[in-house]
Nanobody, 115 residues
Framework: QVQLVESGGGLVQAGGSLRLSCVAS????????MAWYRQAPGKQRELVAT???????SYVDSVKGRFTISRDNAKNTVYLQMNSLKPEDTAVYYC?????????WGQGTQVTVAS
């Protein structure tokens, strides 16, 4: 069974940076593009950034120029470097496959940006 374990979140002041990591067990990395998603309180989960097996990337408009997604296939790990953080980036961040997320999401990692 595939497991997704996210880490790296925390409390940061607006304008600060965080780097999230997600380690995936199983064959998910060898067969899928990966993505970071986030869910803010009272809102639906949204797609933030994607990275293909060949490391092509895409971003939602609200994070373009501030966030960078990358992957290390040898380590089964996907990263999200987040710079110039804003209070509206506050959410629980998850990684999963893209475009079809696996049913079993990880626990996520909380990112809180104080104004």
């Amino acid at each position: 069974q595939v497991q997704l374990v996210e880490s790296g979140g925390g409390l940061v002041q607006a304008g600060g940076s965080l780097r999230l990591s997600c380690v995936a067990s199983g064959s998910i990395f060898s067969t899928n593009a990966m993505a970071w998603y986030r869910q803010a309180p009272g809102k639906q989960r949204e797609l933030v950034a994607t990275v293909t097996r060949g490391s092509s990337t895409s971003y939602v408009d609200s994070v373009k120029g501030r966030f960078t997604i990358s992957r290390d296939n040898a380590k089964n790990t996907v990263y999200l470097q987040m710079n110039s953080l804003k209070p509206e980036d506050t959410a629980v961040y998850y990684c999963n496959a893209f475009p079809l997320p696996l049913h079993n999401w990880g626990q996520g990692t909380q990112v809180t940006v104080a104004s």
